[in-house]
């Protein structure tokens, strides 16, 4: 079977290797940015599912930039990035193993924020797609909220959250959810992100929880859905129009000369690493 | 609130798609499938003759039946958050819903009780009285993770719960559920797997749990005592969906990888037994096994359902050759008169039957020459033997003094070919005579109680390079046929030594390993031929115009390995079905080519080894010899009807694109797995498929049918492909056939990624000449090419190509205007243009006469409708918005046309996601469907668009929809069909 036009490497998977991201998700954080000025007066960032490391990277070198080196240590801006999977360092941000939903994780990030509250909170999170959808758009809309219930105990009002969403049968319930906190609530498309995808990032800006919210990582949010109410956020697209296109092909001459770049960050731990080392082994018939 | 209509508009009816959960009610008389909403009940128990189909409930769930469970009232199913009491009976359907995702359930000791385990770790307890259901109770556990499965079960007044989190722990807990706690706390916690699971099982006894993962790995624990991991099983090369219990410590697992694995356990170990392949496309989701039977069934991601027998294996028995015979003589060949009787042949004439009952000598042939070779005449009792020196030997194993020798060749015969049809026995015997040249004799025998008679014996003329090696006879118009070992094919008269046709290359420059003659009429014979190179081929040829070629009509890439024979029968519900053996690497095998099922398989060696194979419908036998042993193996029960197909698939992966044919009975689907499927498409909205062809090397992009016997597809790697529609009434269903490949031209320029031609409209060119087919693709480079098409000679030409910006073209309709051809071409930047393609003057650039952005970011969907001069362009955007532009076309010189815009209207937000299609219905209706699973019906209102309808599908990555005169139909994970009712 030959590979599909969904499985197909585009543009961007070859610029980010060029410009040394460590997956082309960081393309479309960059083009998010673009539209929706998410870095600007962030002090205190938290970066939930962050493996391998793109959205960390972008924000590294976002957030650091044009910093003068004589600013006290206290006023620099702080980067925490959260997956349970290890991931590899990135100058200026602190990673930590954690399980988002585990009551404990609020407390280790507040932490090293010395326990002030959060500008920006970004989730890039996203099952390892099974195939079956409904399983699918179930688990991401729980990743999705597990970072949603994480990102209403660490923001100041005021503050923003961005995460990936499926736009699948289910989005609408979503986006009645965010809408109680935040008085903004976008559904964003970076032109980095194919059009043959369902995913797109909802933007949430300016956190209003309402007076009665009381923080409790230890209760998830789950999809419910009381009223049948077809809430739809906004659509509003990113980046440049005369960018690379992620559906688009581009040619390369026969004649220049071909570099394979190497794989920025491969996998650290892949769940099948073990059967694919006995497979290579010779030790299974 | 939208305002809800009739209630026959756009009334589900059909839904095709995966098969998410099986089941066994009734003793396992019945099997219940689940797709989409749709529960389809099988009768598959022993008493009938084939499973069949008896019943379709499509239950009223906003979700996917996502698991089901026999029950006393008949069974219980749940999909998401939903739930119901089906009585398969009556089709009876009592449902509600809760808050939370459904994992698993069981059913209580009391009737009507049920207990279900969700997504917030939580066990509520439900009970069904009078219709309605009652949540009586609801008990949580201590840890509330992000779940991916959970499991349950019941012992005694305790329920045992199993939940697996997204972060590598499995949780297990239990509680009494006559005096439930409000919380529990976990008794034992699992860890071990290094991703996330995907299914957990108890065993009946509650003292194990197996689990699957996305590790690849099947782990089996103890819940009684430490350490709880007792073995784990690699084997899978993907995710494992699936897992159950079998009796007698063994497990069975299904996966991404689309193979069944029997595994067993023995104190610390996990040893995958058995594996079973059959599936196509992508996933296996699920399997049920039967307690009646010693077989399990799996459904797959297109909508397949196989069964497996488990327990029946291939006899084995192992004969030293040296006791076959009186003397110290060596074995010369073998064959099966029968199954499971092998007649044994020893270079000394010296013969030996082996049977079930064990060997038996009978008479020698009282011969001085060596003896070289033995073929029956399957299911008679007379074979025929040769010899070194060039004797044929017919004789009767019953009785050997019946027999006629027959001095004819000077040498070695090296060969003997029989055949039988009716009363007359045919025999073609080889000799070898020089460099690529064979002696070889047809003769004609019948045989009466007490001789022998030869009727007649022809030397043949062989075409150049002839070594025959299949041999087939067509009483009804005196003809044979023979294969040759480089791929050809000959055909005679009985009777006649002169060859009247020869056709090189049926496979390629592979042996032909046998011939079947479907049909013979006066002037063409359909024969299927299965040859050594692995394909089934299906060929018209002509038998009275000798320059006429013959016409493929159908090729399939059966296996890999070498095919060394097939067979076709009716079976007895009519339907003729092809099997096929071969060798793949040191194993013979056998085939169910119709079903695409591996029946069985035995390590022998090789095809190199002498072997013998013999098949009948509830007997199959195979015997080889290696090391002076005889290996004979057979299959007692009837394996070809326990591994068969129930339910046939569409497509393992996405449908991309579909097309009605013009008098809307007939279907085309393509999909992600690179397939192009021709489908009938009944009046009640069932889907048949017919046949499936598959020359893409990347997923169909799209599908155009023009005409009744013309189509077309086009996919990535710049392909497009020419197909025609084959109806041949006396013999065949329809069927569609390959025709052209059009091939890009060379360039200085090479695509990292595929280069994917996205869509194509084609239209007539009269101008050019009567059989002559104007074709436009759109590229992902940003590139329109124009090509011209002959119907009749089948020749494609590229006459125009231009680019529109670098952004990807993803969709091309066009639209004859007087004597000028429009191009409507959408892009991913939201822009729709038209095109003056100025098809009447290649020297004209084509021009941009109109554009428009009416999306934010791709164009999604395209639809046109005209109406004289005025063009009506509905679209779709990944924005989630619809448009529609009602403009006015205006020829005002022989090369200009200009476009007025009449109308525009706009929803920003119509769906949550994707609008990914749109369909006109009227001046005033048009339909959307998004990925968001809504449909919804518009008006024009004044100056904008109201939604006036909505309706659900459960088609998952909504690709597209299309419509005939009665029906709509939405595709892309599967497809479900609907009722247009009033607006048809």
């Not at chain 1, 794989?263 to 018939?285: C, D, F, G, N, W």
């Not at chain 2, 369909?919 to 998004?930: A, D, N």
């Given at each position: 079977?030959?590979?599909?036009?969904?499985?197909?490497?585009?543009?961007?998977?070859?610029?980010?290797?060029?410009?040394?991201?460590?997956?082309?998700?960081?393309?479309?954080?960059?083009?998010?940015?673009?539209?929706?000025?998410?870095?600007?007066?962030?002090?205190?960032?938290?970066?939930?599912?962050?493996?391998?490391?793109?959205?960390?990277?972008?924000?590294?070198?976002?957030?650091?930039?044009?910093?003068?080196?004589?600013?006290?240590?206290?006023?620099?801006?702080?980067?925490?990035?959260?997956?349970?999977?290890?991931?590899?360092?990135?100058?200026?941000?602190?990673?930590?193993?954690?399980?988002?939903?585990?009551?404990?994780?609020?407390?280790?990030?507040?932490?090293?924020?010395?326990?002030?509250?959060?500008?920006?909170?970004?989730?890039?999170?996203?099952?390892?797609?099974?195939?079956?959808?409904?399983?699918?758009?179930?688990?991401?809309?729980?990743?999705?909220?597990?970072?949603?219930?994480?990102?209403?105990?660490?923001?100041?009002?005021?503050?923003?959250?961005?995460?990936?969403?499926?736009?699948?049968?289910?989005?609408?319930?979503?986006?009645?959810?965010?809408?109680?906190?935040?008085?903004?609530?976008?559904?964003?498309?970076?032109?980095?992100s194919r059009a043959s995808s369902i995913e797109s990032f909802v933007v949430c800006e300016d956190f209003n929880p309402p007076s009665n919210f009381q923080p409790?990582?230890?209760?998830?949010?789950?999809?419910?859905?009381?009223?049948?109410?077809?809430?739809?956020?906004?659509?509003?697209?990113?980046?440049d129009l005369d960018g690379y296109d992620a559906d688009a092909t581009y040619p390369v001459e026969i004649n220049m000369k071909k570099a394979t770049l190497d794989?920025?960050?491969?996998?650290?731990?892949?769940?099948?690493?073990?059967?694919?080392?006995?497979?290579?082994?010779?030790?299974?018939? | 609130?939208?305002?809800?209509?009739?209630?026959?508009?756009?009334?589900?009816?059909?839904?095709?798609?995966?098969?998410?959960?099986?089941?066994?009610?009734?003793?396992?008389?019945?099997?219940?499938?689940?797709?989409?909403?749709?529960?389809?009940?099988?009768?598959?128990?022993?008493?009938?003759?084939?499973?069949?189909?008896?019943?379709?409930?499509?239950?009223?769930?906003?979700?996917?039946?996502?698991?089901?469970?026999?029950?006393?009232?008949?069974?219980?199913?749940?999909?998401?958050?939903?739930?119901?009491?089906?009585?398969?009976?009556?089709?009876?359907?009592?449902?509600?819903?809760?808050?939370?995702?459904?994992?698993?359930?069981?059913?209580?000791?009391?009737?009507?009780?049920?207990?279900?385990?969700?997504?917030?770790?939580?066990?509520?307890?439900?009970?069904?009285?009078?219709?309605?259901?009652?949540?009586?109770?609801?008990?949580?556990?201590?840890?509330?993770?992000?779940?991916?499965?959970?499991?349950?079960?019941?012992?005694?007044?305790?329920?045992?719960?199993?939940?697996?989190?997204?972060?590598?722990?499995?949780?297990?807990?239990?509680?009494?559920?006559?005096?439930?706690?409000?919380?529990?706390?976990?008794?034992?916690?699992?860890?071990?797997?290094?991703?996330?699971?995907?299914?957990?099982?108890?065993?009946?006894?509650?003292?194990?749990?197996?689990?699957?993962?996305?590790?690849?790995?099947?782990?089996?624990?103890?819940?009684?005592?430490?350490?709880?991991?007792?073995?784990?099983?690699?084997?899978?090369?993907?995710?494992?969906?699936?897992?159950?219990?079998?009796?007698?410590?063994?497990?069975?697992?299904?996966?991404?990888?689309?193979?069944?694995?029997?595994?067993?356990?023995?104190?610390?170990?996990?040893?995958?037994?058995?594996?079973?392949?059959?599936?196509?496309?992508?996933?296996?989701?699920?399997?049920?096994?039967?307690?009646?039977?010693?077989?399990?069934?799996?459904?797959?991601?297109?909508?397949?359902?196989?069964?497996?027998?488990?327990?029946?294996?291939?006899?084995?028995?192992?004969?030293?050759?040296?006791?076959?015979?009186?003397?110290?003589?060596?074995?010369?060949?073998?064959?099966?008169?029968?199954?499971?009787?092998?007649?044994?042949?020893?270079?000394?004439?010296?013969?030996?039957?082996?049977?079930?009952?064990?060997?038996?000598?009978?008479?020698?042939?009282?011969?001085?020459?060596?003896?070289?070779?033995?073929?029956?005449?399957?299911?008679?009792?007379?074979?025929?033997?040769?010899?070194?020196?060039?004797?044929?030997?017919?004789?009767?194993?019953?009785?050997?003094?019946?027999?006629?020798?027959?001095?004819?060749?000077?040498?070695?015969?090296?060969?003997?070919?029989?055949?039988?049809?009716?009363?007359?026995?045919?025999?073609?015997?080889?000799?070898?005579?020089?460099?690529?040249?064979?002696?070889?004799?047809?003769?004609?025998?019948?045989?009466?109680?007490?001789?022998?008679?030869?009727?007649?014996?022809?030397?043949?003329?062989?075409?150049?390079?002839?070594?025959?090696?299949?041999?087939?006879?067509?009483?009804?118009?005196?003809?044979?046929?023979?294969?040759?070992?480089?791929?050809?094919?000959?055909?005679?008269?009985?009777?006649?030594?002169?060859?009247?046709?020869?056709?090189?290359?049926?496979?390629?420059?592979?042996?032909?390993?046998?011939?079947?003659?479907?049909?013979?009429?006066?002037?063409?014979?359909?024969?299927?031929?299965?040859?050594?190179?692995?394909?089934?081929?299906?060929?018209?040829?002509?038998?009275?115009?000798?320059?006429?070629?013959?016409?493929?009509?159908?090729?399939?890439?059966?296996?890999?390995?070498?095919?060394?024979?097939?067979?076709?029968?009716?079976?007895?519900?009519?339907?003729?079905?092809?099997?096929?053996?071969?060798?793949?690497?040191?194993?013979?095998?056998?085939?169910?080519?119709?079903?695409?099922?591996?029946v069985f398989f035995i390590d022998c060696g090789g095809s190199h080894r002498p072997w013998a194979f013999s098949m009948e419908m509830d007997i199959q036998s195979?015997?080889?010899?290696?090391?002076?042993?005889?290996?004979?193996?057979?299959?007692?029960?009837?394996?070809?009807?326990?591994?068969?197909?129930?339910?046939?698939?569409?497509?393992?992966?996405?449908?991309?694109?579909?097309?009605?044919?013009?008098?809307?009975?007939?279907?085309?689907?393509?999909?992600?797995?690179?397939?192009?499927?021709?489908?009938?498409?009944?009046?009640?909205?069932?889907?048949?498929?017919?046949?499936?062809?598959?020359?893409?090397?990347?997923?169909?992009?799209?599908?155009?049918?023009?005409?009744?016997?013309?189509?077309?597809?086009?996919?990535?790697?710049?392909?497009?492909?020419?197909?025609?529609?084959?109806?041949?009434?006396?013999?065949?269903?329809?069927?569609?056939?390959?025709?052209?490949?059009?091939?890009?031209?060379?360039?200085?320029?090479?695509?990292?990624?595929?280069?994917?031609?996205?869509?194509?409209?084609?239209?007539?060119?009269?101008?050019?000449?009567?059989?002559?087919?104007?074709?436009?693709?759109?590229?992902?480079?940003?590139?329109?090419?124009?090509?011209?098409?002959?119907?009749?000679?089948?020749?494609?030409?590229?006459?125009?190509?231009?680019?529109?910006?670098?952004?990807?073209?993803?969709?091309?309709?066009?639209?004859?205007?007087?004597?000028?051809?429009?191009?409507?071409?959408?892009?991913?930047?939201?822009?729709?243009?038209?095109?003056?393609?100025?098809?009447?003057?290649?020297?004209?650039?084509?021009?941009?006469?109109?554009?428009?952005?009416?999306?934010?970011?791709?164009?999604?969907?395209?639809?046109?409708?005209?109406?004289?001069?005025?063009?009506?362009?509905?679209?779709?955007?990944?924005?989630?918005?619809?448009?529609?532009?009602?403009?006015?076309?205006?020829?005002?010189?022989?090369?200009?046309?200009?476009?007025?815009?009449?109308?525009?209207?706009?929803?920003?937000?119509?769906?949550?996601?994707?609008?990914?299609?749109?369909?006109?219905?009227?001046?005033?209706?048009?339909?959307?469907?998004?990925?968001?699973?809504?449909?919804?019906?518009?008006?024009?209102?004044?100056?904008?668009?109201?939604?006036?309808?909505?309706?659900?599908?459960?088609?998952?990555?909504?690709?597209?929809?299309?419509?005939?005169?009665?029906?709509?139909?939405?595709?892309?994970?599967?497809?479900?069909?609907?009722?247009?009712?009033?607006?048809?």
């Open positions: 079977m030959g590979r599909s036009s969904k499985d197909k490497r585009d543009a961007y998977y070859r610029l980010a290797k060029e410009q040394g991201w460590r997956a082309r998700s960081a393309f479309k954080l960059l083009q998010l940015n673009e539209q929706f000025n998410l870095f600007e007066g962030a002090k205190r960032v938290v970066d939930l599912c962050a493996a391998p490391g793109s959205w960390s990277q972008v924000l590294s070198r976002e957030l650091l930039k044009n910093i003068d080196t004589s600013i006290a240590a206290d006023e620099k801006p702080m980067i925490v990035a959260v997956d349970l999977q290890p991931m590899a360092p990135i100058d200026g941000v602190c990673t930590l193993q954690l399980d988002i939903t585990h009551p404990n994780t609020l407390s280790i990030i507040l932490s090293h924020f010395g326990n002030e509250p959060a500008d920006l909170v970004v989730s890039d999170g996203a099952p390892d797609v099974t195939g079956l959808h409904d399983l699918d758009e179930y688990i991401q809309a729980q990743i999705l909220l597990a970072a949603f219930n994480l990102a209403v105990c660490v923001l100041k009002p005021g503050g923003k959250f961005v995460a990936k969403i499926f736009r699948g049968r289910d989005v609408s319930l979503l986006y009645s959810q965010l809408r109680l906190m935040f008085r903004k609530v976008s559904c964003a498309k970076p032109r980095s409790d990582l230890t209760k998830p949010l789950c999809v419910i859905d009381p009223t049948n109410a077809h809430e739809i956020a906004p659509f509003i697209a990113c980046g794989v920025i960050q491969p996998p650290t731990a892949p769940p099948y690493k073990r059967a694919i080392e006995l497979k290579h082994s010779k030790m299974m018939s | 609130m939208l305002v809800e209509g009739d209630k026959g508009v756009l009334e589900p009816v059909n839904f095709v798609g995966p098969v998410t959960s099986l089941a066994l009610i009734h003793n396992d008389k019945f099997l219940c499938c689940a797709q989409g909403p749709c529960l389809r009940i099988y009768d598959v128990s022993e008493s009938r003759h084939e499973s069949d189909l008896i019943k379709s409930i499509l239950l009223p769930f906003h979700n996917r039946i996502h698991g089901m469970l026999p029950c006393k009232q008949g069974l219980f199913v749940w999909g998401g958050t939903y739930f119901a009491v089906v009585d398969v009976e009556t089709s009876q359907v009592y449902y509600d819903r809760i808050s939370d995702w459904i994992f698993n359930a069981a059913e209580l000791g009391e009737e009507n009780k049920f207990c279900v385990v969700t997504s917030k770790n939580q066990v509520h307890l439900l009970s069904l009285s009078k219709g309605s259901w009652e949540v009586t109770n609801t008990i949580s556990c201590e840890k509330t993770p992000l779940l991916f499965c959970a499991t349950v079960q019941i012992s005694g007044n305790e329920i045992y719960i199993a939940s697996a989190s997204a972060f590598q722990q499995i949780y297990v807990w239990k509680f009494n559920y006559n005096n439930p706690p409000s919380c529990v706390s976990i008794d034992t916690y699992l860890v071990g797997h290094e991703g996330a699971c995907f299914d957990l099982k108890f065993s009946s006894d509650g003292r194990y749990l197996c689990s699957v993962s996305e590790d690849r790995t099947l782990r089996l624990w103890s819940i009684e005592s430490s350490p709880f991991l007792i073995a784990t099983g690699f084997g899978h090369s993907a995710r494992v969906w699936r897992c159950v219990f079998l009796p007698n410590k063994e497990i069975a697992t299904v996966s991404e990888d689309l193979t069944l694995r029997l595994w067993t356990w023995n104190d610390k170990t996990l040893t995958n037994t058995y594996t079973y392949t059959g599936h196509r496309g992508k996933h296996i989701w699920s399997l049920v096994v039967s307690s009646a039977n010693p077989i399990i069934y799996t459904g797959g991601n297109d909508g397949s359902v196989r069964s497996w027998d488990y327990k029946t294996r291939i006899q084995e028995s192992c004969i030293s050759v040296s006791s076959l015979f009186t003397s110290k003589t060596l074995l010369a060949s073998f064959c099966f008169v029968k199954c499971q009787k092998l007649l044994c042949l020893a270079k000394n004439g010296e013969m030996s039957i082996i049977d079930n009952k064990g060997k038996k000598a009978i008479p020698a042939l009282t011969t001085t020459s060596d003896m070289s070779i033995i073929r029956s005449w399957k299911n008679s009792f007379f074979v025929a033997a040769a010899s070194n020196k060039g004797t044929i030997y017919v004789f009767s194993y019953q009785n050997t003094n019946l027999l006629k020798a027959i001095d004819l060749h000077r040498g070695k015969i090296q060969q003997l070919l029989t055949y039988q049809v009716k009363e007359r026995y045919f025999l073609l015997s080889k000799s070898f005579v020089g460099k690529n040249q064979f002696r070889v004799y047809l003769q004609e025998f019948d045989f009466e109680a007490d001789k022998v008679n030869l009727i007649s014996t022809i030397e043949l003329e062989l075409p150049a390079t002839f070594d025959p090696t299949s041999l087939t006879v067509d009483e009804e118009y005196s003809n044979f046929l023979i294969g040759s070992r480089t791929g050809s094919l000959a055909l005679y008269n009985i009777g006649e030594s002169n060859y009247l046709s020869v056709w090189r290359r049926i496979h390629e420059f592979d042996a032909i390993s046998s011939i079947h003659i479907k049909s013979s009429k006066r002037d063409y014979l359909l024969i299927q031929t299965v040859g050594r190179d692995g394909y089934v081929n299906l060929f018209s040829i002509p038998r009275v115009e000798k320059s006429a070629v013959p016409q493929e009509l159908c090729s399939k890439k059966c296996c890999d390995g070498i095919l060394s024979g097939g067979l076709c029968k009716k079976l007895k519900n009519g339907k003729e079905n092809q099997w096929v053996w071969g060798f793949h690497a040191s194993n013979f095998f056998l085939r169910d080519e119709t079903n695409e099922t591996n195979f015997a080889s010899y290696r090391a002076n042993q005889l290996y004979i193996y057979s299959t007692a029960l009837n394996l070809l009807q326990r591994n068969s197909v129930l339910q046939n698939g569409l497509h393992g992966r996405e449908i991309r694109a579909m097309d009605f044919n013009p008098s809307g009975d007939l279907l085309l689907s393509g999909s992600e797995d690179t397939k192009v499927t021709l489908l009938e498409f009944q009046s009640n909205g069932n889907i048949i498929p017919l046949n499936s062809v598959k020359f893409h090397n990347s997923g169909i992009q799209s599908l155009t049918w023009f005409s009744d016997d013309i189509l077309f597809s086009t996919g990535g790697l710049e392909e497009l492909n020419v197909y025609r529609l084959i109806q041949k009434p006396e013999a065949y269903l329809k069927r569609i056939v390959h025709e052209k490949l059009c091939k890009p031209n060379k360039s200085n320029k090479t695509y990292d990624g595929d280069l994917r031609i996205t869509d194509i409209s084609v239209v007539k060119a009269t101008h050019l000449g009567e059989r002559v087919l104007w074709i436009n693709t759109v590229q992902s480079d940003s590139t329109i090419k124009a090509f011209t098409y002959n119907v009749d000679t089948k020749q494609l030409n590229c006459i125009k190509s231009w680019k529109y910006k670098t952004v990807c073209l993803v969709f091309a309709e066009a639209v004859i205007f007087g004597s000028h051809l429009l191009l409507v071409v959408a892009s991913t930047d939201g822009n729709v243009a038209i095109w003056n393609t100025f098809w009447r003057d290649p020297q004209i650039e084509p021009l941009i006469i109109w554009i428009k952005t009416v999306h934010q970011f791709c164009v999604k969907s395209l639809n046109i409708s005209r109406d004289q001069d005025v063009l009506t362009i509905s679209t779709g955007g990944d924005d989630g918005a619809i448009s529609r532009s009602i403009l006015l076309l205006e020829q005002i010189s022989e090369n200009s046309v200009v476009v007025n815009s009449l109308h525009n209207y706009f929803f920003a937000e119509a769906h949550a996601s994707s609008v990914t299609g749109v369909l006109s219905i009227t001046k005033e209706l048009l339909l959307s469907v998004s990925i968001d699973q809504r449909i919804l019906l518009w008006k024009v209102e004044g100056d904008s668009l109201k939604p006036i309808l909505e309706r659900y599908t459960h088609v998952a990555d909504v690709g597209g929809m299309i419509r005939n005169n009665d029906f709509l139909i939405i595709y892309g994970i599967g497809c479900e069909v609907f009722r247009l009712g009033s607006l048809r």
